[in-house]
């Protein structure tokens, strides 16, 4: 059995402890996963709302893992800890459980400080505790950028915010970022983009989608966030299925950092059919001239498709062709090790990307970092990983 300790998170006003605290829970609940999550201690300044990022997207995700608080202190409106816990077979008051994990551990590591560490407790069932310590942050690495970050303009932002992003980028220890909104979504309704209309009813056709324009918003919030800092900008771009992006020539001005991502296919019922729509779809947004292929392969598990292991060999050879990135992407996604291995021995470079949708993913690469290591990568990253270079703009 293995538990997850959280101790002091001792949160002040604004530190954006909360999202490294979320960021805990996913981790124990899909990355490192354990039994039971255990958040303890202090918990500092008791302000109204201070957890409700957090709770609200325990439910938006779905997360099952079990969770205790044991705040010091009152004033913490939190779910009330059980009396009993199961601790490898034995039924235990949580608080005694919580001291023997501590003892073992010698202490818990301050939560409140860089690098944001939990501790990791196995207990075995002749009643020995094991544990380690699980750092919210990756080591500082010179040059490493998250390129994949959505802004407040995307339909599917949870809480995200440019300044704030910035701030959990530094808290991250990024060295840069970049905000890439999601291009249908700029030219289309919630509706036409979400049902993948814009795939078949292409802009510009007589039956196409109505254009629903909102590329100024997305400038002025790159506007209003430029006030907090320095980022790059640009897109994930969208193409329908006659291979055309979603960009307008006036709009390209924007397009800084480019990644392009298969979003809908519009067969999805022949798998054969749907490959070739893929492959087709990968190699126009290519041509476009993106540095990054967002998420390869995602689109066939969203269309409930297998996916297709014989398409790693031509993805792969059409991103060496064109020289982009394939990104490691694990927002509702798992890349395939067999694929980014074959990118590796072609000299493809390996994009970071955090998908960022809300705040606590924004430079969150504990999954990316293993996976790396996974890959036996983790003593070149200079080697294998894309930095975005002002001058590889390939479009000409
Ligand atoms: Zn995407
Ligand atoms: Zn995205």
Redesign the pocket.
């Known amino acids: 059995m293995k538990v997850a300790v959280v101790s002091n998170p001792r949160h002040r006003a604004g530190d954006l402890i909360e999202f490294l605290m979320l960021r805990a829970v996913h981790t124990f609940h899909r990355f490192v996963p354990v039994d039971l999550l255990m958040i303890e201690g202090e918990f500092g300044d008791a302000e109204e709302g201070f957890l409700s990022e957090l709770f609200r997207s325990i439910k938006h995700r779905k997360v099952t893992l079990p969770i205790i608080w044991l705040p010091h202190g009152t004033g913490w409106n939190l779910p009330p800890a059980p009396e009993a816990v199961d601790g490898n077979g034995q039924t235990v008051a949580p608080a005694v459980l919580l001291e023997r994990i501590r003892a073992a551990a010698g202490g818990f590591p301050e939560f409140r400080c860089s690098p944001f560490e939990a501790t990791v407790a196995e207990l075995g069932a002749d009643g020995s505790i094991r544990t380690e310590r699980c750092a919210m942050i990756v080591p500082e690495y010179p040059g490493i950028g998250d390129y994949h970050v959505h802004t407040r303009a995307a339909y599917c932002s949870e809480n995200m915010d440019i300044p704030k992003a910035l701030e959990m980028a530094q808290l991250s220890n990024l060295a840069e970022i970049a905000f890439t909104e999601h291009s249908g979504q700029l030219y289309f309704c919630a509706d036409d983009y979400w049902n993948g209309r814009y795939v078949w009813r292409t802009r510009g056709t007589e039956a196409g989608c109505r254009v629903f324009p909102r590329m100024a918003e997305y400038e002025e919030t790159l506007r209003e966030g430029a006030a907090a800092g320095k980022f790059r900008h640009g897109f994930?771009l969208d193409v329908d299925r006659n291979g055309d992006v979603a960009l307008d020539a006036a709009d390209r001005r924007v397009a800084q950092v480019r990644l392009g991502?298969v979003?809908h296919l519009a067969e999805r019922f022949d798998p054969h059919i749907a490959a070739r729509q893929f492959l087709f779809c990968t190699e126009s947004l290519l041509k476009y001239g993106v540095h990054i292929l967002?998420?390869p392969f995602r689109i066939f598990a969203w269309s409930g498709l297998p996916e297709p292991p014989e398409l790693y060999e031509p993805v792969a050879e059409l991103l060496r062709q064109y020289g982009a990135a394939a990104e490691i992407n694990f927002h509702q996604n798992e890349p395939r090790l067999e694929f980014f291995d074959l990118c590796l021995r072609k000299g493809v470079k390996l994009s970071l990307g955090s998908?960022s949708h809300n705040l606590y993913e924004v430079g969150f690469f504990l999954p990316h970092f293993r996976f790396l290591d996974e890959l036996g990568v983790m003593g070149r990253l200079d080697e294998v990983l894309f930095r975005f270079q002002e001058n590889s703009d390939r479009r000409g």
Do not use: I, P, V
Request: glycine share 0%; hydrophobic share 35%; charged share 35%.
């Open positions: 994930e991502a979003h967002a998420h998908d």
